[in-house]
């Protein structure tokens, strides 16, 4: 059965790969599996129909049969667990790559979020150039370590795995910050992430929908 994801109708990032439903496009790209994707709007998002699929009205969601899920660390298990492609076949291996996804999501992403969420909303406030340089050395303790950890090697733990596309996709959206050329390991690891063809594939399908939308308006 071919799955179905939603993402946004108009997203925030101009097509730029940022938005979340890019890491679940990546993984079905990664897995070779067909899907379908609903599009929706802010407004949308909040109405009853898609709160039933996603309780906190955001995206992506992931609707397989009778199988629904939200957040997208669950959706990228769901999927690397689905498809030999995306977790090594040794038990070990399976829960270290698995491993990397949540930290990731837990340790890596949050103060990048909070860092992109002062730029957005609080750079105009007299206090934003006081709390700039104490969010940005959340992120560089970060990743400083996952800098030492990865050393000279290609990924994480031996091949690539659904652990490398989550903080991949994490740390794209820091590069605009600069802070990910502080550490030309790391630099260098983005950039064999977005290399790979099914990320390439999926930031195409994700930018023409922002194309599509700018045309139509």
Known sequence: MTPTITAFESS????????????????????????????????????????ALQPFGQIPTYEEGDLVLFETGAIVLHIAESHASLLPEDANGRARAIAWMFAALNTIEPPIVEHTTAMLFEKKEAWYEQRRPMLEDRIRKRFAALSDRLGDADWLEGGFSAGDLMMVGVMTRAKSSGLVDEYPNLAAYVARGEARPAYRRAFAAQLAVFTGATQAG
Do not use: C, I, N, T
């Open 12 to 51: 925030p990032d101009r097509g730029k790969g940022l938005a979340r439903d890019m890491r679940v496009r990546w993984a079905l790209e990664e897995a070779g599996q067909p899907y379908d994707v609903r599009l929706v709007s802010f407004e949308a998002m909040k109405k009853p129909a898609h709160l």
